[in-house]
Structures are given as structure tokens and as C-alpha cells.
């Protein structure tokens, strides 16, 4: 079945520095990856997406690179902020259940700590 | 614009007592809706979805039911909690018009169970 992983728990980044948080899935069919952030005590929040028929797309601040090959993607944020401490989740649809359920599988998470 | 609400915020309940969570959305019509678990420091577990009112698809063998009384609505029940039924749970919608879409999170319950 369908898993997503990250590479890191914990990833501690120098305010100011850009941050790469990287995330491994298995399903060389998955075709479309959302990353999530999740601040302490909330829901989770979109912040980007990319389909499989793309390999970078950038946000406000964030790039989301995609590497179909070796079934990799990553988030980068640049110019990190004490805001931007959270937990980082990748995720992918799973399989469809009946009908329209877009069934999302997520990753462990990354917890990103900003230093001062 | 849409808003998804979850209530109560937290939840202290003894084991073997009942548990009802509410979750409704505003500002969008036939969403799909989701609950979700997710235990400290863990990802999330996908529980329940349902496409519709009183279409509910359960993800894992557990100790919770859901219901959708209302197009907007979706609740999560229990008739007698267990220990390991303390978490973080997470309500979510969807627009179901088509395939690649976004979850919006609630805020989320608390559950402790003590």
C-alpha cells in the first residue's frame, strides 16, 4: 500500500537560513503531493502543491521540488522566520475510495525549530 | 468563504463514559468530510470520510462511529471511550467536484481520557 516517510523528525535552522525538509513516498503512481504545516495545537494548513507533471513549483517564500526518479519531493522555505516553527507534513491521495473522497495519506512530519 | 468549526476545543473524560464531537462547515454545499486522529508527535490517522448525508466509510476497525445527520454536519461518537482513545482529532472538508483537491482543517478536539 500507498506510504509516505520523511527523512528527519526534527530539522533546527538558524533564523534567517533557508530550510529543506524532505519527504520519500513509495507509489511511483502518485501523482499529485501537498505539504502541510501544522503549528502547535492547530489543524493542519495547506501550503503548496505540485502534480506529478511538474517538478518545482513556487510560493510565497516556499519551493516545492518534485524528483519522480527516485520518488523524492522537498520543501524549501527561504529566509526562515520564527513563524515558520512548525510541524511539516507531505502527504499523498491514497486510493479512492467510493465516489469523489479524496483520501490523503501523510507522512510522519518534520517538527522545524527555528534558532535566534 | 468557508470555515469549518470543531467543538469542544478540549475534552477530559473518564474510560468508559460517552463522547460525541461536532464538526460543521460553512460557505460550501455537498462537501466531503473527514475525521482524523493524530497522537502526540504522530501523523494523522484517517478514521471516517463521507461523501454524503448518512454515507459513512470507516478507515480502521475501532471504537468510534460517525455520522453525517446534515449535509454540513459530521460527528464523531463513542458509546464507552477507551484510554487508547485519547488524541488529537481532526475534522476536514473537501470539495468533491473533483479529484485533486485540498483538505481545510478544523481547529481541532483535544480528548483526553483518563
Known amino acids: 500500500g500507498e506510504s509516505v516517510g520523511l527523512h528527519l523528525p526534527t530539522l533546527s535552522v538558524q533564523e534567517g537560513d533557508n530550510s529543506i525538509i524532505n519527504c520519500a513516498y513509495s507509489n511511483s503512481a502518485s501523482d499529485y503531493f501537498i505539504w502541510y504545516k501544522q503549528e502547535s495545537g492547530k489543524g493542519p494548513q495547506f501550503i503548496i502543491d505540485?502534480?506529478?507533471?511538474?517538478d518545482k513549483r513556487q510560493g510565497q517564500r516556499v519551493t516545492v521540488l518534485l524528483n519522480k526518479t527516485v520518488k523524492h519531493l522537498s520543501l524549501q522555505i527561504a529566509a526562515t522566520q520564527p513563524g515558520d516553527s512548525a510541524v511539516y507534513f507531505c502527504a499523498v491521495p491514497g486510493p479512492q475510495g467510493y465516489s469523489s473522497a479524496s483520501k490523503i495519506i501523510f507522512g510522519s512530519g518534520t517538527r522545524l525549530s527555528i534558532r535566534p | 468563504s468557508q470555515t469549518i468549526h470543531q467543538w469542544p476545543a478540549t475534552l477530559v473524560q473518564p474510560v468508559g463514559s460517552p463522547l460525541s464531537l461536532e464538526c460543521t462547515v460553512e460557505?460550501?454545499?455537498?462537501?466531503?468530510l473527514y475525521w482524523y486522529r493524530q497522537a502526540a508527535g504522530r501523523g494523522l490517522q484517517l478514521l471516517f470520510y463521507s461523501v454524503g448525508i448518512g454515507q459513512i466509510s470507516s478507515e480502521v476497525p475501532q471504537n468510534l462511529s460517525a455520522s453525517r445527520p446534515q449535509d454540513r454536519q459530521f460527528i464523531l461518537s463513542s458509546k464507552k471511550l477507551l484510554l487508547s482513545d485519547s488524541g488529537f482529532y481532526l475534522c476536514a472538508w473537501s470539495d468533491g467536484t473533483n479529484t485533486y483537491n485540498e483538505q481545510f482543517f478544523g481547529p481541532g478536539t483535544r480528548l483526553t481520557v483518563l
Open positions: 505540485i502534480r506529478s507533471n511538474m
Open positions: 460557505g460550501t454545499s455537498n462537501p466531503n
